[in-house]
């Protein structure tokens, strides 16, 4: 069974940091995409970083370029979204995602996602 496990959300103040781990279980290689998106009340979900795990390409939506790191742990199966310079706009729920079959990132949209962690809520007040 395919299985992700989101950990590290909580409530911060703006410009503050914050590291999510997503720890996933039962997939038998490492030809997958795997990363993040994030869903407010009201909105759509957004792809927000991703890896490929082979290759280590990465994919990062334009809002959160240059304040949030995507990196993984091959051996323990495990990536983290580094947060830094964290703003109001980024409170939301973070969802750990896996595509797999996945070799490269060209974009990162929740339609094709296989498998869906149950999500991590982040706070960020001003």
């Known amino acids: 069974q395919l299985k992700l496990v989101e950990s590290g959300g909580g409530s911060v103040q703006a410009g503050g940091s914050l590291r999510l781990s997503c720890a996933a279980s039962g997939f038998r290689n490492n030809h997958n995409c795997m990363g993040w998106f994030r869903q407010a009340p009201g909105e759509g979900r957004e792809g927000v970083a991703g890896i490929a795990t082979d290759s280590g390409d990465t994919y990062y939506a334009e809002s959160v370029k240059g304040r949030f790191t995507i990196t993984q742990d091959a051996a323990k199966s495990t990536v983290y979204l580094q947060m830094n310079s964290l703003k109001p706009a980024d409170t939301s729920i973070y969802y750990c995602?896996?595509?797999?079959?996945?070799?490269?990132?060209?974009?990162?949209?929740?339609?094709?996602?296989?498998?869906w962690g149950k999500g991590t809520p982040l706070s960020v007040s001003s």
């Open positions: 995602a896996v595509l797999t079959g996945c070799t490269v990132i060209a974009g990162w949209n929740h339609h094709d996602i296989d498998v």
